[in-house]
Nanobody, 122 residues
Framework: VQLQASGGGLVQAGGSLRLSCAASGRTFSTYSVGWFRQAPGKDREMVAAITRGGGSTYYVESVKGRFTISRDNAKNTVYLQMHSLKPEDTAVYYC????????????????WGKGTQVTVSS
């Protein structure tokens, strides 16, 4: 599975962005997908994840109520809709595919895409 994240950019605090993670490969629908972010000097953290069928989702506490993850398996794409962005959301965002559902750390991912920069100005 090859992944490509896109949709990042510069936005003012309170604004919105939608990230996309486009995948190649016929087996994409068999993987759960997570969105991670990494700010300078910080560890990469999972901010959201979705099961292969889209029936279950996970959000880190700091983004609950502001971010929504979704997927369209017919288009081999996972989305991260981000609202009410804050300066602390500034980071490089990555998507990753993994088997099962329980993994939440970067070491548990099977495939990674290149990141997309999100910068939120105050």
């Amino acid at each position: 599975v090859q992944l490509q994240a896109s949709g990042g950019g510069l936005v003012q605090a309170g604004g919105s962005l939608r990230l996309s993670c486009a995948a190649s490969g016929r087996t994409f629908s068999t993987y759960s997908v997570g969105w991670f972010r990494q700010a300078p000097g910080k560890d990469r953290e999972m901010v959201a994840a979705i099961t292969r069928g889209g029936g279950s989702t996970y959000y880190v506490e700091s983004v609950k109520g502001r971010f929504t993850i979704s997927r369209d398996n017919a288009k081999n794409t996972v989305y991260l809709q981000m609202h009410s962005l804050k300066p602390e959301d500034t980071a490089v965002y990555y998507c990753a595919a993994f088997t099962g559902w329980g993994a939440r750390s970067a070491s548990g991912m099977d495939y990674w895409g290149k990141g997309t920069q999100v910068t939120v100005s105050s």
